[in-house]
């Protein structure tokens, strides 16, 4: 079953008189695979009405892109690299970095238009660290985003100078007990 919530639209007379700062979040952790909060986050404020866009850059095999975002309810979109194969290595395909790319520049495009109040950027300290997105350009796009968008950045050995920039950080950590 699926619910939908309708957010009524605000006249000039309802607005509020100054605009929030975005956050910037960081989900880090020493393995892949750890997703599952952070999508529980977007999916509970996308149900609340407020648009979301999850970027997974080293997902593929769907054959998805960002010319075919999937659409979760009405306010959730969630795109994917239009590549054969997921990533987890930097020896990639001149074909794959192009898709990578592509990503990158939509991403980059779509969120300083402002439609979305909350952008997931997923597995982006991989994409930095194979070399495929600059940390400086990730660093601009931070500082160029519309002010009261929050990004949530996720992966494994996050860049400190992103880390730096977070207003919040989170380390999840894996516990063995008997």
């Known amino acids: 079953m699926v619910s ?3 957010v009524p639209a605000r006249d000039g007379n309802h ?7 975005g956050l910037v979040q960081v989900f880090t952790c020493p393995h ?3 997703f599952t909060s952070v999508m529980a986050q977007a999916l509970r404020i996308a149900g609340q ?3 979301v866009l999850i ?3 080293l997902k593929g095999g769907i054959g998805q892109g960002y010319q075919r975002p999937v659409q979760l309810g009405q306010h959730l979109d969630w795109v994917r690299c239009d590549l054969p194969r997921c990533i987890d290595t930097p020896d990639l395909e001149e074909t794959e970095i192009a898709a990578l790319r592509e990503l990158w520049d939509h991403t980059r495009s779509i969120v300083s238009q402002g439609k979305y109040s909350l952008v997931v950027l997923d597995e982006l300290s991989l994409a930095i ?3 495929l997105i600059s940390e400086a350009e990730v660093l601009e796009f931070l500082e160029s985003r519309p002010m009261q968008v929050d990004v949530i950045l996720t992966g494994p050995d996050m ?3 992103l880390l730096d920039q977070a207003d919040q950080i989170t380390e999840l950590r894996r516990t063995h007990r008997p």
Not at 15 to 21: A, C, K, N, Q, W
């Open 15 to 21: 607005s509020l008189p100054h605009t929030v700062e």
């Open 49 to 51: 009405g407020t648009p």
């Open 159 to 161: 860049p400190a100078a």
């Open 129 to 131: 660290n194979f070399g």
């Open 4 to 6: 939908q919530l309708e």
């Open 32 to 34: 892949r695979s750890f």
């Open 55 to 57: 970027v997974q850059f």
